[in-house]
């Protein structure tokens, strides 16, 4: 299983960005797929996620109304679009794959990095004031 993140970058507040994590290697239909962030000296904090087969998400209160998850299933693909971004944006961002383990499992339990089984190699977000 591969995950390619890719599209960070350099903006000014106010910017917008679009991340994309291409995925290969599996089908992902019984998956999650989440983008996290992790800033210089802080921990993995999770942004949003979305179930592949169905379209739920969820995003932190942080990103709200401001981030947008989507997947492309013809491309194996999920987007994060970013809009008035703000300098505590500033974060290496990583895609992952996380499989839903059981009927029982809450779709909240998806915010944790730990129920995701595999990682892209991140890709750098930087805003300036």
């Known amino acids: 299983v591969q995950l390619q993140a890719s599209g960070g970058g350099s903006v000014q507040a106010g910017g917008s960005l679009r991340l994309r994590c291409a995925a290969s290697?599996?089908?992902?239909?019984?998956?999650?797929m989440g983008w996290f962030r992790q800033a210089p000296g802080k921990e993995r904090e999770f942004v949003a996620y979305?179930?592949?087969?169905?379209?739920?998400?969820d995003y932190a209160d942080s990103v709200k109304g401001r981030f947008t998850i989507s997947r492309d299933n013809a491309k194996n693909t999920v987007y994060l679009q970013m809009n008035s971004l703000e300098p505590e944006d500033t974060a290496v961002y990583y895609c992952?794959?996380?499989?839903?383990?059981?009927?029982?499992?809450?779709?909240?339990?998806?915010?944790?990095?730990?129920?995701?089984?595999?990682w892209g190699q991140g890709t750098l977000v930087t805003v300036s004031s």
């Open positions: 992952g794959a996380g499989p839903i383990r059981s009927i029982y499992t809450y779709y909240s339990d998806y915010r944790s990095a730990d129920m995701y089984e595999f």
């Open positions: 979305i179930k592949w087969s169905g379209g739920n998400t």
């Open positions: 290697g599996r089908t992902f239909s019984s998956y999650f």
